[in-house]
């Protein structure tokens, strides 16, 4: 055999046969890919709905031990030290861990008392966008 040139009977795949392949594969990946980001995005929320429903465990915890639940000022690190003021009967901490993020990379936002539940807390993430308010995927996620 001559260098560069193939022996009889052995044959490769002409461009037309590579490219056949690859719209193949172009159209699995664009049916496949919008399913694959919604379940994404559908696990990102319902991350954050159970963060904030154990964040929601934690405040309780703290308003049966100090009879009311930490003001906007002190926010969720109350859950973590000692506030300064207004904590007699702490007991604490209330996590085990660092306050968690939301699964976005950005801080639960916190109220008390809240808009959405004013004799209680708002307890927030704002979703993927990071801006209140929203829809779909951006919508903020809270315990209202």
Known sequence: MVAGRARRGEQGFTLLEVLA???????????????VFTRIAGAQRTAA??????LSL??????????????????????????????????????EEDLPKDPWGREYQYLCPGVHNPDRYDLFSLGRDGRPGGEGEDADIGNW
Do not use: C, H, M
């Open 49 to 54: 709905k159970a963060q904030i429903k154990t």
């Open 21 to 35: 392949v690859v719209v193949i594969i172009g159209f699995l990946a664009a049916l496949v890919a919008p399913g």
């Open 58 to 95: 934690a405040l309780n915890l703290f308003r049966t031990d100090t009879g009311a639940y930490p003001t906007t000022e002190q926010g969720l690190s109350a859950l973590r030290q000692r506030p300064a003021y207004g904590a007699e009967g702490w007991n604490g901490p209330y996590l």
